[in-house]
């Protein structure tokens, strides 16, 4: 008998660890699971993607390439990212078209400490198969411009600085709830200027979004889930400026526990990827 049970106590102990192990499960927005399948179907009948990620995220950024190469198979696709700020397009555009390298372009544009490993395999697969790449974000010097002093400071900019964003004034609705949960978060940090400064980055890369996006072509974004998780952020400015768009969201979470999503990640997005928490950070 004694037998027995240590017999069976080695199989359960043996099942246990035949498992495969997950890094990363989908679920939609109401905490379904679902799959990458369907992630592909719901994207390919889309105007616009954003992903939203952990910047410092391996397997979001490993997901990102792969469902850059399986739509590009399916659909024509522009790409854009929060990475890339608007005034470095041209040196952006200059190594996609071979007329510069790699070298070149870390001089010449203000890229992030993790390009290497992160964006950059993306932006190397737009330059192989000559898919438009856009860089999207505001400079980042004017951000900080509007953190110091404000919206009002951008109209002391010249004509051509403000080409590196929308039209003036900028739209910024105080009470959207990414905005108000800011103000929440951080107290009155920044004299209330916070989440302008977050706001005209969303602007911009929504502006630029829709500045390049074409008819029947996926535009594929990637940004902080920050920017529009909950459809807030980047997907409130293309919705006001285009109510009729067909966009679907994605966020990046992580879980101890990738099997059930948790409460407060419900309704995030349309597909919320789960990640396990130990997964390997790229800094």
Do not use: C
């Not at 246990?16 to 179907?41: E, M, R």
């Not at 470095?88 to 070149?104: F, M, P, R």
């Not at 330059?127 to 974000?137: E, G, L, Q, R, V």
Request: hydrophobic share 40%.
């Amino acid at each position: 008998m004694k037998f027995n049970f240590l017999l069976f106590v080695f199989f359960v102990y043996a099942f246990s660890f035949s498992q495969d192990k997950q890094s990363y499960q989908i679920f939609d927005k109401k905490g379904n699971k679902t799959t990458y399948a369907n992630l592909i179907l719901e994207s390919q009948n889309s105007d616009i993607l954003l992903f939203g990620e952990h910047h410092d995220n391996s397997v979001a950024h490993w997901l990102e390439l792969e469902l850059t190469k399986d739509l590009w198979e399916i659909k024509p696709i522009i790409l854009g990212a929060e990475m890339l700020e608007s005034d470095n397009q041209k040196a952006l555009d200059q190594y996609l078209k071979s007329e510069i390298d790699q070298q070149k372009l870390d001089s010449l544009a203000r890229l992030w400490p993790n390009y290497q490993t992160d964006y950059k395999p993306i932006v190397d697969f737009a330059k192989d198969h000559s898919i438009p790449f856009i860089a999207t974000n505001v400079p980042r010097r004017y951000a900080s411009l509007v953190y110091k002093q404000g919206f009002e400071s951008l109209n002391k900019l010249s004509e051509s600085e403000k080409a590196w964003m929308p039209d003036l004034p900028i739209f910024y609705d105080s009470k959207m709830p990414v905005y108000v949960r800011m103000v929440a978060e951080t107290g009155d940090h920044g004299g209330g200027n916070f989440p302008k400064a977050q706001a005209i980055k969303d602007a911009t890369m929504a502006y630029f979004i829709l500045k390049n996006q074409k008819l029947n072509t996926l535009f594929i974004h990637f940004n902080g889930s920050y920017h529009s998780d909950n459809f807030d952020g980047i997907y409130a400015y293309l919705k006001k400026s285009k109510p009729d768009l067909n966009i679907l969201t994605v966020s990046t979470v992580s879980q101890k526990d990738i099997s059930k999503l948790e409460t407060e990640h419900l309704n995030k997005a349309d597909f919320i990827i789960v990640i396990d928490e130990d997964v390997t950070r790229t800094y």
